[in-house]
């Protein structure tokens, strides 16, 4: 087969690459895409089954940076950008075997049952502890210090279970949360320092018309509409999708990228320049050229593995849906990691008077339930929701069961050396870029800035 021919080769069409394709296009690049999946989108994925419409991978996006909303400016004629209900706004948290809502304020952090008394006149006493020295501490070392034991029991391990499935006894702020980790260097404090930052945006950014910053969204009639509305607006026509057995090699001042197609047919690409936005565990296979020695600490990345269970109820009678969702310390020692309202904030997700549910399980404490068969997955389900949400009996009209081996990355300590790892390959073979996940954040906005910082990057 004669090879193709092009500038540029985008290997993973998830939202990094159909981002990073929009751009391309929208520069007037020359580029190809190709992914192993016969889709585009990788794990964001819709389905709409018996009146509900559900996620089988992430449910929602944050609008952390201005990019997002750019994008969605671009695509606004084949794509309706979906801003969630003010119900979102609340989130649960299970102590002691009941939900309890998480304060957003000082004065509810005084308030809360979630925090012990002494771990209370901790929180009043954070703006005038000192700065962390330690640039590898653990996040659960950094809430301990600043915050307390309770705090970080039932605040913080729910939300890092929430975000990353993960562990704060594993996470590293300066890698997983940046601007955590800047609020103490930089002012001293969180709470100090998210006023003092506050203070200086009033006085520097205009007032913006409408209050967009950190907003949760969606897509209307669901996210796989996004990644289908992406693709077009950078050329259908620009897709190779199903091909397997991808590598990439460097030859004569180019890059050749072969793979198998679902006939059993080698396809071949010449390019100038190649983008990987896969995640690391397919690096090893795609990039034979590099030395193990470098390959390794790019590839040894931790990846939570998550089954997630949707879950439709035609007439719902449990538990007042009137949050984003409802998350689950380790600490309650329970065998689910949390449950999502979507139907809550999303519009048209369940029938009128029913609920559509996400609940998720597993995560870096539990990889051994990814394991499990399906039966025993929704018995623990059964036995939780029975428990903790209200309902007398478990009688869904919708079950839906998804896993994901390697569904998020961790960003701990061992960060540092890979993406040193990273920026030596980029600045050794002239013209590859390695993008996806393995990191600059693991969120939809942080995919989406990525995507687009590598498409402005290729020279």
């Known amino acids: 087969m004669t090879p ?76 309706t950008l979906e801003r969630a209900a003010d119900t979102v706004n609340k989130r649960y948290v299970l102590k002691d075997g009941r939900w309890e809502a998480l304060p957003s304020g000082l004065m509810g952090g005084i308030t809360t049952p979630l925090f012990t008394l002494y771990d209370k006149f901790r929180i009043l006493g954070e703006p005038f502890r000192k700065a ?91 996210l796989t509409n996004f990644m289908k509305a992406l693709q077009q607006s950078a050329g259908a026509d620009k897709f190779i999708l199903g091909i397997n057995n991808l590598t990439i090699t460097p030859e004569n001042g180019h890059y050749t990228v072969k793979g198998i197609n679902f006939q059993g047919e080698e396809i071949s690409i010449h390019a100038k320049q190649a983008i990987t936005t896969v995640g690391a565990h397919e690096l090893e296979m795609m990039l034979p050229f590099v030395e193990k020695t470098t390959l390794d600490k790019i590839t040894n990345l931790l990846y939570a593995k998550v089954v997630q269970v949707s879950l439709g ?56 339930i990814h394991g499990l068969s399906d039966e025993a997955i929704l018995q623990y389900v059964k036995k939780e929701m029975c428990s903790i949400m209200g309902l007398k009996s478990f009688n869904p009209d919708l079950v839906r069961i998804f896993r994901y081996r390697e569904a998020i990355p961790q ?41 687009k910082n590598l498409a402005e990057g290729v020279k």
């Open 313 to 368: 109820f035609k007439q719902w009678n449990g538990f007042e849906l009137d949050a984003f969702g409802g998350l689950i310390s380790f600490k309650e020692k329970r065998d689910i990691l949390g449950v999502l309202f979507p139907s809550a904030f999303l519009k048209n997700r369940a029938p009128e008077g029913g609920a559509m549910l996400s609940v998720f399980m597993g995560g870096v404490r539990r990889p051994e």
């Open 132 to 222: 962390g020295t330690n640039p590898n501490e653990t996040l659960a070392e950094l809430v301990k210090r600043r915050m307390g034991n309770s705090f970080l029991d039932y605040a913080i391990d729910p939300f890092i279970i929430g975000v990353y499935a993960g562990d704060p006894a594993y996470l590293v702020p300066r890698f997983a949360l940046p601007k955590l980790y800047n609020l103490e260097q930089k002012y001293g404090s969180f709470i100090g320092g998210a006023i003092k930052m506050g203070r200086e945006k009033a006085k520097t950014q205009p007032k913006p018309k409408k209050k967009e910053s950190n907003r949760i969204f969606s897509v209307e009639g669901g």
């Open 411 to 451: 960003y701990g300590a061992d960060c540092e050396a890979r993406f040193a790892a990273v920026e030596a390959l980029e600045k050794q073979y002239s013209g590859l870029y390695i993008g996806g996940n393995l990191r600059n954040g693991i969120g939809m906005a942080d995919r989406i800035l990525q995507g």
């Open 4 to 79: 193709l021919q092009t500038d540029i080769v985008v290997i993973g069409a998830g939202l990094t690459g159909l981002t990073t394709a929009h751009y391309l296009n929208k520069a007037g690049k020359n580029f190809l895409v190709i992914d192993r999946n016969p889709f585009v989108g990788g794990a964001i994925q819709t389905a709409s089954e018996e009146g509900f419409t559900f996620e089988k991978g992430p449910s929602t996006g944050v609008m952390s940076n201005e990019t997002v909303g750019e994008l969605f400016e671009d695509l606004k004629d084949i794509c």
